[in-house]
């Protein structure tokens, strides 16, 4: 079965903690990104990867951390200098290289500090 | 700076009636345009793209440049269309780097 997995679904945390959100996907996909989803802001993109071991911020990188170690999997680190790090986290991924590539999503991390 | 803007937040309309939800970017080069969907409960996807000029599920949308608008538009809505649509920019043709992002999204209710 095909697609992106991330977990875990809930998490919680508490505050100056570091987490760990994992993001695996098995469609052979060369690009990855994260996404912070909160209500009435759409989708933020915080990190993107195009190839392994290479990886860009995107617009609220701040507090955030990534690796790309192997193709299949793209984890992000929420760390204790987020200030606001509750919320919901999306994955995604997309072949590379190709004009008008379709992204494909995770079901998502839902992140609560306590 | 590239950006994607919804104006609007919430978007009711009445079944059977047209509907069109805007979206406007800012971008220098040549834009990659797509509406991506989520309905309740399910994962976010895709919908269209400006590139394929299709239609899905009586849903189009034409990139306009001069406007800099890739509005959304179905000539009849139906009760299943309530969703949340979001409005997204690629800039993998212009740059080296294969960035998308995303407007802040409408919420479309269409009432029975």
């Known amino acids: 079965d095909g697609g992106i997995t991330q977990s875990p679904k809930y998490l919680f945390r508490k505050e100056g903690q570091n987490v760990t959100l994992s993001c695996e996907q098995n469609l052979n996909h060369d690009a990855m990104y994260w996404y912070r989803q909160d209500p009435g802001q759409g989708l933020r993109l915080i990190y993107y990867?195009?190839?392994?071991?290479?990886?860009q911020k995107g617009d609220i990188a701040e507090g955030y951390s990534v690796s790309r170690e192997k193709k299949e999997s793209f984890p992000l680190t929420v760390t204790s200098a987020q200030k606001n790090p509750t919320a919901f986290y999306l994955c995604?991924?997309?072949?590379?290289?190709?004009?008008?590539?379709?992204?494909?999503f995770g079901e998502g991390s839902r992140l609560t500090v306590l | 700076a590239q950006r994607v803007t919804q104006p609007e937040k919430l978007l009711s309309v009445f079944k059977g009636a047209p509907v069109e939800l805007k979206c406007n970017y800012s971008y220098s080069g040549s834009p990659e345009l797509f509406w991506y969907v989520q309905y309740s409960r399910q994962r976010l996807q895709l919908l269209l793209r400006?590139?394929s000029r299709e239609s899905i599920k009586g849903f189009t949308a034409d990139l306009n440049k001069g406007e800099t608008s890739f509005h959304l538009k179905k000539p009849f809505a139906q009760e299943e269309d309530s969703a949340m649509y979001y409005c997204?920019?690629?800039?993998?043709?212009?740059?080296?780097?294969?960035?998308?992002?995303f407007g802040p999204g409408t919420s479309l209710s269409v009432i029975p």
């Open positions: 997204a920019l690629s800039l993998m043709p212009k740059t080296s780097y294969d960035k998308v992002i």
């Open positions: 990867s195009q190839i392994v071991n290479d990886f």
């Open positions: 995604a991924s997309r072949a590379a290289g190709g004009f008008g590539g379709e992204l494909f």
């Open positions: 400006h590139i």
